[in-house]
Every structure is written in C-alpha cells, then in structure tokens.
C-alpha cells in the first residue's frame, strides 16, 4: 500500500508563491522506486498531469502551462515530495493532487492518489 498526505495548499493573490509537500508512506513505497508527481484539476476541466519526478530525482516532467514557474523536487530521506509555485496565477486555481507510481513519468493514470489539497489564486 501507498499513503500520500498532501500539505500546503491555501489562497495566495496572483504574482504569489506557495509551496505543496507530499508525504508518502507504506510498505509498497518503500519497495518500489517510485516516481512521484502533482495533478491539479480545476472546476470543470480534466485532470492534468503538470510536474513529475523519478525516484532518484535526475529526470523531471513538466506541464508547459507551468514551466518555468513551478519546480518540482524530492526529499527520498523523508518520503517527501514538494512543488514550489512561483508567479502563481488565478488559471492556477485548482484541487493539487499528489500521485506516486513507477512509471509516472511516462503514465497519467497513476496507481496511487492523495486526497488533493486546495490552492486558489485571487487576481
């Protein structure tokens, strides 16, 4: 099994920053070398895929509505995952969900989902 427990979210006005952390845990996690990553989906719109991370943290995926504002990046020591937000915008405004699975960096249907956390970006 896999728990991720997200923290972070919040309301943040637009040009802000925030920064999301996920901590995973559970015996599946620690036996696999997972790749963890954010989704965001906003009101009526799909999940989207928009950063992700391999385990040992040398590859990294990026959404283009987010590069080079948002930055993804691991603490394996602690199981954690972050996503620094910068120059947040109000079409940033979403649930963030935090994923983990093996092939993340390749899938957009992971195996494992964390409960999402609230961010929303006033203008």
């Known amino acids: 099994q896999v728990q991720l427990v997200e923290s972070g979210g919040g309301l943040v006005q637009a ?6 952390s996920c901590a995973a845990s559970g015996r599946t996690f620690r036996r696999n070398a997972m790749a963890m990553g954010w989704f965001r989906q906003a009101p009526g719109k799909e999940r ?6 391999s385990r040992s943290g040398s ?6 509505s987010v590069k080079g504002r948002f930055t993804i990046s691991r603490d394996n020591a602690k199981n954690t995952v972050y ?7 109000p079409e940033d405004t979403a ?17 494992y989902w964390g409960q999402g956390t609230q961010v929303t970006v006033s203008s």
């Not at 040009?15 to 999301?20: E, T, W, Y």
């Open 95 to 111: 649930v963030y969900y935090c994923a983990a699975d093996v092939l993340l960096l390749s899938r957009t249907t992971p195996d």
């Open 15 to 20: 040009g802000g920053s925030l920064r999301l």
């Open 48 to 53: 989207e895929k928009i950063a992700a991370i």
């Open 59 to 64: 590859s990294t995926y990026y959404a283009d």
């Open 83 to 89: 996503l620094q937000m910068n120059s947040l915008k």
